[in-house]
């Protein structure tokens, strides 16, 4: 089963490579001893009553519990510091790159939670990604900004699978954005993507799994850290 909760986490604008803002206001000692009760102050557009019942019914399903779910999600969904050296005020444009289907990384935070921003790059000096204010885009590099300090240019060490895992992205231009991060990896449908989960889909497709910590949902910083790329451009 897959949480059907539209995540308003603040991470739908984050991965929009967003401006940054300041520290979460979430951290309150109350939630922080319940972890249901974090995972729902991080997310004020989702229902309470409709994320416990959705909750419960993984745990049952999962033979677990409630609280394990809620904890293993905030593992992975909590807050991340911005990158040693990240200028969060300065947009930069967004390099070149080597190979179509190399992948960009940038910081991103909004509301306190930085966990950044992905997409492809294309064969033209292109971008492919998905936005939150307009879903899968191809678009060109000059209209992708990235926060100066942290952005990075990979290449998959598999040759091979670079040009496959741009190509599914790009088959899938035009589709809605995913604002459910904390199971994303769990659905089979591919009607909306997320920024790290368009990327992960696209190198799936060509058998390599690029989660560095084969979590529940697979964030941007998990594709930045995956052992599968090699950094070749930082800036």
């Known amino acids: 089963m897959q949480l059907n909760v539209k995540i308003a986490i603040g991470l739908a604008a ?50 677990s519990t409630v609280e394990a779910l809620a904890e293993q999600m905030l593992a992975e969904a909590k807050p991340q510091d911005v990158d040693p050296g990240t200028d969060i005020v300065r947009d930069v444009p967004v390099h070149n790159a080597r190979h179509k289907g190399d992948v960009f990384y940038t910081d991103a935070k909004t509301g306190g939670v930085n966990h950044g921003h992905v997409g492809f790059y294309g064969a033209n000096r292109d971008v492919i990604e998905a936005h939150s204010s307009s879903g899968v885009r191809h678009v060109p590099q000059t209209q992708v900004r990235v926060k100066a300090g942290s952005a990075r240019a990979l290449e998959s060490k598999n040759n091979g699978a670079r040009n496959g895992a741009a190509d599914y992205a790009g088959r899938h231009v035009g589709k809605k954005y995913d604002m459910d991060f904390v199971s994303n990896k769990g659905k089979n449908e591919e009607g909306s993507f997320n920024c790290s989960e368009l990327v992960w889909r696209g190198f799936k497709s060509q058998g390599i799994d690029v989660d560095k910590d084969g979590g529940r949902g697979v964030y941007p910083r998990d594709v930045r850290d995956d052992n599968d790329f090699n950094t070749y451009d930082k800036y």
């Open 14 to 63: 984050t991965c929009a490579a967003a401006a940054l803002v300041g520290a979460p206001a979430y951290a309150s000692s109350a939630s922080q001893a319940d972890p249901v009760a974090e995972l729902l102050a991080m997310m004020p557009a989702v229902d309470p009553a409709e994320f416990r019942a959705e909750l419960a019914d993984l745990a049952a399903e999962e033979n």
